[in-house]
């Protein structure tokens, strides 16, 4: 018997089913950001990426054009499992003649025609977006949606609503629908003098933003939270409150990312909170080491967590998943392939959970023996459903690295 079968036996006597957890992973679609690949720089002329959010390396090989971008992406979705999604920022526009002339409140659906080119070629489900509200000049003392000069806050309703545009292109060209989440880096270094003006403006801004038509099959709009931003430690606009209340009554969803709370809330708590709420939660799922850091995603217990809630809810087709981490320190195509295929072990994980049998424990408030049975599953042989799940998709166990050696020393090496 092979270590499959045995597996497969070992998670039956729990009344696992492992065929069909393998089954399901495969349907679980998860949205991969282009910006692991060039340190949040874009194409727009940003240089670094600014407005509370920092990377911090240099390890050779970014990707300096769409072009090498493009190269390093299709090598690590190649080695990636299951259904998955691109997630660019508009920076990420491909301007060709009109760079240095149009600005990001005039980017048009043609902007991104390479993208979806791109993602067609090599079988994606699906492009979500977001608009770049950081990293350029428009930025006014910090400021973009929320700030008190209007020329700047118009700017930034401009570019709000050419990304909703553009969003419903990317939606109709792909066939699937298009995530559109809105983070401001918008706060304040010190003490505010006044913390609700500022909410108010940022209000206002996000309704003339939807106030543009759009498909709402097609289009679907979240707000991202946060609690601080390097250099904005004492007060950010776009607070938890601000948002869930914006979203709740607006017809739109949150976008959780778990590197946006204080150190001890848990993005797994708040997802089945919304759940009560929401047709839809947005994730960004990232790893914040003593802070909003953004590290590559590892499997750590809250990301099992979150793949629980996910999952034992029957909540994967209302929870987008989506990554959010930059590493500019190791090889980026590897920072990809690990997170990435973290999360999806994540899943594995919580699909392999006895959840109905555990979940009646705790209506029976048979606490002992669910702490007892949550305990024995720690141990059963998840990483041989995982080398058959990958099996089954034609992937190589732990040799995908070589590949990612490989193109590092022949490309990566020679982009100086
Ligand atoms: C920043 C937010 C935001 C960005 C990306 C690039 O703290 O997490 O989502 O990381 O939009
Ligand atoms: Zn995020």
Not at 110 to 128: N, Q, R
Not at 185 to 213: F, H, M, N, Y
Not at 254 to 282: M, Q, R, W
Request: negative net charge; proline residues 4%.
């Amino acid at each position: 018997m092979n270590r499959y079968q045995q597996a497969k036996e070992m998670f039956a006597a729990y009344g696992v089913d492992t065929d069909a957890a393998i089954e399901k992973l495969a349907t679980i679609p998860v949205s991969v950001h282009c910006w692991q690949g060039d340190d949040v720089v874009g194409f727009d002329g940003a240089g670094a990426a600014s407005g509370g959010i920092q990377t911090t390396g240099n390890y050779p090989g970014r990707a300096r054009t769409p072009e090498e971008l493009m190269e390093d992406i299709r090598l690590a979705f190649s080695l990636m499992a299951g259904k998955l999604r691109l997630n660019l920022h508009a920076s990420y526009a491909i301007l060709g003649k009109d760079a240095g002339k149009v600005d990001r409140d005039a980017y048009r659906p043609e902007h991104f025609a390479p993208w979806v080119k791109f993602a067609k070629e090599i079988g994606l489900d699906g492009i979500d977006f977001n608009p770049t509200f950081f990293s350029h000049p428009k930025m006014k003392d910090g400021l973009s949606l929320s700030s008190p000069d209007e020329e700047t806050r118009k700017f930034w309703i401009r570019h709000g609503q050419a990304c909703i545009r553009i969003a419903e292109y990317l939606a109709t060209e792909m066939g699937s629908h298009c995530l559109v989440n809105i983070w401001i880096s918008d706060g304040l270094k010190d003490v505010p003098a006044d913390r609700l003006t500022p909410r108010l403006r940022l209000k206002d801004s996000l309704d003339e933003i939807l106030s543009v038509p759009y498909d709402k099959s097609k289009v679907r709009v979240a707000v991202e939270s946060k609690v601080f931003g390097i250099g904005l430690e004492s007060y950010t606009v776009g607070s938890n409150e601000f948002y869930q209340n914006y979203a709740a009554t607006r017809g739109i969803c949150c976008l959780l990312d778990n590197g946006h709370y204080h150190p001890t809330e848990v993005v797994s708590d708040k997802i089945p909170s919304l759940l009560a709420f929401y047709d839809t939660v947005a994730l960004h799922v990232t790893r914040g080491v003593r802070w909003d850091s953004d590290h590559v995603v590892l499997l750590e217990d809250e990301l099992k967590e979150i793949a629980k809630e996910i999952v034992r809810n029957d909540a994967t087709d209302k929870v987008m998943i989506g990554l959010d981490y930059f590493d500019a320190s190791i090889n980026r195509i590897s920072a990809w392939v690990v997170g990435e295929r973290n999360m999806d072990k994540a899943l594995l994980y919580a699909l392999l959970q006895p959840s109905k049998t555990l979940q009646k424990m705790q209506d029976e408030a048979n606490f002992t023996e669910q702490m007892v049975l949550q305990e024995e599953m720690k141990t059963l042989p998840y990483g041989d459903v995982w080398e058959e799940y990958l099996r089954r998709n034609k992937f190589a166990g732990a040799d995908w690295f070589e590949q990612v050696r490989a193109y590092e020393n022949k490309v990566l090496k020679a982009r100086r």
